[in-house]
């Protein structure tokens, strides 16, 4: 027989560990989930709980994925090689331009040598021999009335002593005119 005082002592602290555990369960969520064991002295020890790991199988995910890339791969290629055709297409047209420029460079200079060839072709050695025989003051008169190109040409073919005489006798602004224009096709760079 079970003595009465005895489970009475013994009915509060069983009462006060179940609510403990049940404390405890409310508590910590992942407590309740583990079952309580109790061990016996003598008993093999516990053993670690096992955990699970979720291991996903291999889905058509990998094999969706090569196939977009193996889909799109040849538009990609194609894609690459239209912008790539764009840019050389640039590329020619620039070049183009350039060529273009420098074969107007080109014209122009070759326009320009030709007016200075011109211009030099107008002043004949007679009409140079003439001028060259003139009094100063007479020449500078006479030259002042002709073309200015043309007398330049005519100045620039002269001896440099005769002419600077004879632009000495000049008017000041026909003399800066004809000095500027002589400098000018003298330059062997291009004149603008």
């Known amino acids: 027989m079970t003595d009465p005082l005895r489970s009475a002592c013994h009915r509060p602290a069983s009462l006060l560990a179940l609510a403990f555990a049940a404390t405890l369960a409310l508590a910590t969520p992942s407590l309740a989930a583990e079952t309580v064991r109790q061990v016996l002295p003598g008993a ?3 053993t670690a709980p ?29 894609r690459r090689y239209a912008l790539q055709a764009a840019e050389l297409k640039q590329l020619q047209a620039d070049v183009d331009a350039r060529i ?8 122009e200079y070759e326009t320009w040598l030709k007016r200075r060839e011109v211009f030099l072709a107008r002043a004949q050695d007679g009409v140079v021999k003439i001028y060259a025989g003139m009094k100063p003051d007479a020449a ?20 440099p002593r005769k002419a600077s005489v004879i632009l000495n006798e000049m008017d ?6 004809l000095t500027g224009i002589m400098a000018s096709a003298a330059r062997r760079v291009d004149p603008s």
């Open 44 to 46: 093999p020890a516990a």
């Open 50 to 78: 096992n955990t699970l790991v979720r291991v996903m199988p291999p889905t058509g995910d990998e094999s969706e994925v090569e196939r977009f890339c193996s889909n799109i791969a040849d538009a990609a290629r194609d």
């Open 100 to 107: 273009k420029a420098l074969d107007e460079k080109k014209t």
């Open 140 to 159: 500078a008169e006479r030259l002042a009335i002709v073309n200015s190109d043309l007398a330049a040409a005519i100045l620039m073919k002269l001896d």
């Open 172 to 177: 000041g602004k026909a003399a800066a005119m």
